[in-house]
C-alpha cells in the first residue's frame, strides 16, 4: 500500500523531460479482458483484511491477517468467532487505527515448510511481519540511516501453534530481526518461504518521496545503496541456530538467525541478507507454487505501477526508474523532482524492468489505479481460464476526495498483457460502496480470495472475497456481451 500523496511538482502539471506528471496517461488504458469472476462474500464485517494463506498439511483453514494485529481463521469457509493470535497491544501503538491510509501494523504471516513435521525445527512454527514501538533502552537489528530518529520498528516475529490449530501460543514469540523507521510509510509487507527453504522479506525504501529524506541515504538514494537492508528483497533462515548446528550458513550478528551463505552481497559495508535491490515499496510478492517464480508487485510513484519477477542479485531501477520510464529524483536537466522522462526499456544497463511478454509489459500509468496490490499466480482448479495467471488489484482508482473503487486484474506473464476482470454481479462490473483493495490470499488448494475494506483498520468495512466461477449460463451470456461491446472502466479524471 502506498500513502498516495501527489508531490507539489505534479500538481503543478510540471513536465519532465518527455512526460508531464500532470497526465498520467502515459501508457495504454488497461481494458477489460473476457475472464468473468463471481465475488463470493466469505467473510464480512472484517477490520482491514489484507492477507490469507493456509499452513501446510492443512486444507481446512485459511489464516487471514486483519491489519489492526488479529490473526483470523477461515475454517471451510466460515470466519470463527475470535482471533488464533492478538496483537492489538504490539502493533498499536504506533498504528493510528482512526487513518485509512497508515501502512504500519500487521501486514504478513508465514509458515514454515517443516510446521506439520514433528521432526523438523520448524515443527508447529510460523513468522510474522509487523511493525511495533520499539522499547526504551532497545536497540533494532538495522537501524534507518543517516542517524534518523527511530520512531517505530518493523519486525519478524517467530511464533509456536499450540496442540489446537486456532490457536498461536502468544507466549512464544521470539524476535528474530528488525529494522527501524523514521517515515511512517514504505513497510513492504510480504514475508513467505521460498521453495529453496529460505524465508524472504521485501523492505520498502524507507518512505517519503523520491528515497529522499531524513533516513535516506545520498547519493542513489537508499534503493540502491547495498549498505541498508531499506529498498530490497531479503533472504534468511529464521530457525534458532541451535536448532540446525550442522547448517553451512553463518550465524546472525544477534544470534537469532542465519544468513544464506548463497547471497550475493558478502562485500565490505554490505548488507549480507540481501538477495536484490532496487524497489520502492514492495508491498506484496508471491512464489508460482508451480514453477517457484517469485513474482512482486512494486508501488510507483507519481506516475508508473509495476509487476517484477525477482531473481538473485537483481537490481529492480528504483530511483533511477520508475517502471520503464527514467526517474528523477531531484529536480535537473531531465526534469522536475518525482517527474519521470523518457520510457528507456532496457537502458540503463544492470536493471531489470518491469515483466515483458510477447505484447507488453507488465505496468500501468496513475489512469487506471494509484497503488497496485500484488496477488498469486492461480494455481487453483475453479476457474481455469484463469490458470497461469497472475492475479492482482489496485488499492483505488482515485486517491482524493475520497480514496474509492479499488480494482481487480489479472496478468498474462507470457504475453505482457494485462486486463480487468469482469464482474456482472456488480452495478456497471465496478466494486461497491467505494471498496478498496488491500491484499489476496491462496489457500491450501490454490484458490484465491481478495480482501477489500472501506473502513480504517479499527472499522468493520473489512470483506474476504473468495474467486469462483459465474453461477449461471445466463450471466455467461450477458458476460459475452460486454466483453464484444468493449466495456471499460471509467478512469480518474
Given at each position: 500500500m502506498k500513502t498516495a500523496q501527489l508531490c507539489a511538482a505534479s500538481l503543478l502539471g510540471v513536465v519532465a523531460s518527455g512526460v508531464s506528471l500532470g497526465q498520467q496517461d502515459v501508457l495504454p488504458d488497461i481494458e477489460r479482458g473476457t475472464i468473468a469472476v463471481h465475488l463470493n462474500p466469505i467473510a464480512t464485517g472484517m477490520a482491514a483484511p489484507l492477507y490469507g494463506i493456509s499452513a501446510p498439511g492443512d486444507s481446512s483453514r485459511l489464516y487471514v491477517?486483519?491489519?489492526?494485529?488479529?490473526?483470523?481463521?477461515?475454517?471451510n469457509g466460515s470466519l470463527l468467532p475470535g482471533a488464533a493470535l492478538n496483537m492489538q497491544s504490539r502493533v498499536a501503538p504506533p498504528m493510528n487505527p482512526a487513518n485509512a491510509n497508515d501502512e504500519r501494523g500487521l501486514l504478513g504471516l508465514t509458515f514454515h515448510p517443516g510446521f506439520s513435521n514433528p521432526l523438523s525445527p520448524g515443527f508447529r512454527t510460523l513468522y510474522t511481519y509487523n511493525s511495533e514501538p520499539i522499547p526504551v533502552g532497545t536497540a533494532v537489528t538495522y537501524a534507518a540511516p543517516n542517524g534518523a530518529v527511530q520512531n517505530y520498528k518493523n519486525v519478524i516475529n517467530e511464533w509456536k501453534m499450540t496442540d489446537d490449530p486456532n490457536v498461536i501460543d502468544p507466549a512464544s514469540r521470539r524476535e528474530i530481526i528488525s529494522f527501524g523507521k523514521n517515515a511512517g510509510n514504505h513497510n513492504g509487507g510480504t514475508v513467505a518461504y521460498g521453495p529453496d527453504g529460505y524465508l524472504y522479506l521485501a523492505l520498502g525504501d524507507g518512505g517519503n518521496a523520491n528515497d529522499v529524506g531524513p533516513s535516506h541515504l545520498e547519493p542513489g538514494g537508499n534503493a540502491q545503496n547495498l549498505s541498508t537492508p531499506l529498498g530490497k528483497m531479503l533472504r534468511i533462515d529464521p530457525v534458532n541456530p541451535a536448532l540446525n548446528p550442522g547448517s553451512p550458513d553463518a550465524v546472525s550478528p544477534n544470534g537469532q538467525y542465519r544468513v544464506p551463505?548463497?547471497?550475493?552481497?558478502?562485500?565490505?559495508?554490505?548488507v549480507p541478507e540481501i538477495?536484490?535491490?532496487g524497489f520502492r515499496n514492495p508491498y506484496r510478492f508471491a512464489f508460482d507454487r508451480l514453477n517457484g517464480e517469485l513474482i512482486l508487485a512494486d508501488v510507483g510513484q507519481n506516475t508508473v505501477e509495476e509487476?517484477?519477477?525477482?531473481?538473485?542479485g537483481g537490481n529492480y531501477g528504483w530511483g533511477i526508474k520508475e517502471g520503464s520510464f527514467l526517474f528523477n529524483r531531484t529536480t535537473g536537466p531531465g526534469g522536475a523532482a518525482g517527474t519521470v522522462g523518457p520510457r528507456s526499456p532496457g537502458s540503463p544497463l544492470g536493471l531489470i524492468d518491469p515483466i515483458t511478454g510477447t505484447q507488453g509489459t507488465l505496468e500501468y500509468d496513475h489512469g487506471d489505479g494509484i497503488s497496485i496490490t500484488g496477488g498469486f499466480v492461480y494455481r487453483g482448479t475453479e476457474i481455469p481460464e484463469l490458470f497461469g495467471k497472475y492475479v492482482f488489484g489496485d488499492l483505488a482508482l482515485r486517491n482524493l476526495p475520497p480514496r474509492v473503487d479499488g480494482r481487480l486484474f489479472y496478468a498474462d506473464l507470457?504475453?505482457?498483457?494485462?486486463?480487468?476482470?469482469?464482474?456482472?454481479?456488480?452495478?456497471?462490473?465496478?466494486l461497491p460502496d467505494g471498496l478498496t483493495v488491500h491484499g489476496f490470499g491462496e489457500d491450501a488448494s490454490g484458490e484465491l480470495y481478495a480482501m477489500v475494506t472501506n473502513t480504517p483498520a479499527n472499522g468493520t468495512g473489512g470483506i474476504v472475497y473468495r474467486l469462483e466461477t459465474v453461477p449461471t449460463p445466463g450471466t455467461l451470456s450477458l458476460i459475452g456481451g460486454f466483453a464484444v461491446l468493449g466495456l471499460r472502466r471509467r478512469r480518474a479524471t
Open positions: 491477517l486483519e491489519q489492526n494485529g488479529l490473526v483470523r481463521i477461515l475454517q551463505t548463497t547471497n550475493p552481497f558478502q562485500g565490505a559495508g554490505q538477495y536484490a535491490s509487476i517484477d519477477r525477482v531473481t538473485l507470457a504475453t505482457g498483457i494485462i486486463n480487468e476482470f469482469l464482474l456482472p454481479q456488480f452495478v456497471d462490473g465496478v
